[in-house]
């Protein structure tokens, strides 16, 4: 089983001892690894900085409780997933059994899910620049690699990953209603100058500061 960003190669097999057993010790660890408690200690301390570890106390026994440390739920992202693959393989199946138009339907409901959850801390503000710094804040916190730049006569709002991009490459649906979102949220006049689906490097969008 392969883990990404991770590099060092003893931490990576104490997060696959950490997710096959559900919870080990330092000393179980210890065993396992062939490493001194003590070399056991700083790779855990390395993995809880980075939010990867946690902890609990529990007792074995008679003596005091020892601790048992555990994958957090970030840590589940170092492991490959075939949700992409999944989604792909149903949408294709609904387009078969039902049409385009279906799939059409469920990147719109998609859509307007985001837009119920992201238009009412959005309107918060009354300045276009404040919309669409509002917008950043949300995009970061759901994981998204954003940055926006501001040139003459508009914003470009640059976003450097997307969580359905090879969905999208696909069903180009799911980028227009994206489009579509982002005009209701910040002005009918907002355009996209790239796309990673077409090979770009970033979704970019062009926010004019006059338009509405």
């Known amino acids: 089983m392969q883990i990404v960003k991770e590099d060092n190669p003893t931490r990576k097999n104490i997060i696959l001892l950490l997710k096959k057993a559900g919870g080990l010790n330092i000393d179980q660890l210890s065993k396992e690894l062939g490493i001194t408690t003590m070399g056991i200690r700083q790779h855990i301390l390395s993995l809880e900085k980075k939010g990867l570890v946690t902890y609990e106390t529990k007792r074995r ?10 994958l957090t739920d970030k840590a589940d992202e170092l492991f490959p997933k075939q949700y992409q693959s999944f989604l792909l393989e149903l949408l294709s199946e609904i387009e078969r059994r039902e049409g385009r138009k ?58 450097y990953n997307c969580p359905i991009s090879g969905i999208s490459r696909h069903y180009r649906e799911s980028c227009r209603h994206e489009l579509e979102m982002y005009r209701e949220l910040l002005g009918k006049m907002v355009s996209r100058n790239e796309c990673m689906s077409e090979g770009a490097v970033a979704c970019i969008y062009n926010i004019p500061k006059n338009g509405e």
């Open 102 to 159: 279906k799939v059409d339907e469920i990147f719109r409901w998609r859509k307007n899910r985001l837009l119920k959850a992201r238009r009412e801390r959005v309107n918060n503000n009354t300045e276009l620049s404040g919309k669409i710094r509002s917008v950043e804040e949300i995009l970061t916190e759901e994981g998204y690699l954003v940055e926006v730049e501001e040139v003459e006569e508009a914003y470009l709002l640059k976003q």
């Open 61 to 70: 026994g008679i003596g005091r409780p020892g601790f048992f440390y555990s």
